[in-house]
């Protein structure tokens, strides 16, 4: 099976460099003008035969963009956490934060001061992820696409990619993907970054 995994499009808190997980912003006019400009690149990648998405906006609109308003199913786990304390702030404003620093040392295993409990983050993008490949055997799908965030990508691809690259080694720019294939063991290979 082929999983197209595509990070959402830039929302005005990505371009202002702060943590964006729970607050459902929309993609601002440039994330929408570079999503526009690299449709041909995911036009190669195309047709899938279906299509998931995170619920909130920016995952929605980046989909409707790349996809053309495919209908899709929207997955509830696959929103990003909830950053608590860190959301809408940026690095500068963090950076003397213990818990801050905290969750860069344990890549995201730490707890954020009102944020998703950690283990409870990695466990429902499992579980995301799971649905995802049993849907897609249920119905007999050999491709498809999912439209979400940069954590819940690395969250997934940093437990079952098979090269176990470094955590932040799967952050994607805002609107790139990876063309991958699933094994029977559910183990993600990497085709090609977008």
């Known amino acids: 099976m082929k999983i197209l995994f595509i990070r959402h499009g830039q929302t005005q808190l990505n371009a202002e460099g702060r943590w964006l997980g729970s607050t459902d912003a929309p993609l601002c006019e440039s994330g ?17 035969q279906k299509l998931y ?8 609109e980046t989909a409707d ?12 786990d696959l929103r990003e956490r909830a950053f608590g304390d860190f959301e809408g702030k940026n690095h500068d404003e963090l950076k003397k934060n213990p818990y801050y620093n905290e ?3 344990t890549n995201w295993k730490s707890n954020v001061p009102n944020g998703e409990d950690s ?7 499992e579980n995301a ?5 049993e849907d897609m055997k249920k119905n007999n799908l050999e491709y498809t696409a999912i439209v979400t965030h940069g954590g819940v990508i690395m969250s997934i691809f940093s437990r079952y990619d098979k090269q176990k690259l470094g955590f932040y080694e799967y952050l994607l720019q805002n609107g790139g993907g990876y063309y991958t294939e ?10 090609e970054k977008l």
């Open 32 to 48: 929408k003008n570079v999503l526009i400009s690299k449709k041909n690149i995911i036009d190669k990648y195309k047709p899938v």
């Open 53 to 60: 998405s995170s619920p909130m906006k920016r995952c929605v």
């Open 182 to 191: 699933i094994d029977d063991k559910n183990c993600i290979s990497i085709i």
């Open 119 to 125: 283990e409870n983050f990695f466990y429902r993008t």
């Open 103 to 105: 969750f860069f040392k």
């Open 129 to 133: 992820y799971f649905y995802i490949i």
């Open 65 to 76: 963009i790349y996809f053309n308003d495919m209908q899709k199913e929207i997955i509830d």
